[in-house]
């Protein structure tokens, strides 16, 4: 194989690993630098260094969470979505802010149509084309189902055993207590 083959299929791997996995893995990324920074600053090294370190993952866990907020249309965690849209030089950047921006309608709403004659209607569905030609609106071909009693009975029994399992874990061990409050800060 040629070497720009091979190069352009690692730089096409590279992209879709990049948009299905970067932003989750620059989010814990930049927590893990954070962490190694405060662990190392506490341990007693140098104290520029394990700040650049913690500016740095502070920086990555940022991008990651910009890069989320544009892959999914919405903010992974309220402390970045205040980030990006409090500071005025990072504003810009949120990917939401024209839809916070513009507060009219994208469409203009139709009037209301007053029914007329049937020369009217005949005159407009001749400026149309006539009515064979006209688009026909599609139907699903597929009935929807709805589930059943026993499955969502049995999905509502899992959801609840979930959450109290997760509330009791929280409830009886510390150290869960607090990795559920850092995960809520940081989600």
Do not use: N
């Not at 299929?9 to 920074?37: D, Q, S």
């Not at 084309?129 to 589930?147: F, I, N």
């Not at 499955?151 to 109290?164: D, E, F, L, M």
């Amino acid at each position: 194989m040629s070497p720009l083959l091979i190069t352009a299929a690692f730089v096409a791997f590279t992209i879709v690993v990049v948009w299905k996995f970067g932003y989750g893995l620059a989010r814990i990324a930049g927590i893990v630098l954070v962490l190694k920074g405060l662990v190392w600053l506490v341990a007693g090294a140098a104290v520029g260094a394990q700040l650049g370190a913690m500016a740095a993952g502070t920086a990555v866990w940022l991008t990651g969470h910009l890069f989320g907020a544009y892959r999914h249309r919405t903010w992974g965690s309220r402390l970045a979505k205040l980030i990006f849209t409090r500071i005025p030089g990072l504003r810009v950047l949120d990917p939401q802010r024209r839809k916070r921006q513009s507060r009219r309608p994208t469409r203009p709403e139709p009037g209301r149509r007053v029914p007329g004659d049937d020369w009217t209607q005949w005159e407009s569905e001749l400026d149309e084309g006539s009515p064979h030609e006209r688009k026909v609106p599609k139907t699903s071909p597929r009935q929807h189902h709805r589930s059943s009693r026993i499955a969502r009975i049995g999905s509502r029994v899992a959801r609840s055993a979930a959450c109290t399992a997760v509330r009791l874990t929280i409830r009886h061990v510390p150290a869960a207590r607090a990795a559920h409050r850092a995960y809520r800060f940081l989600r």
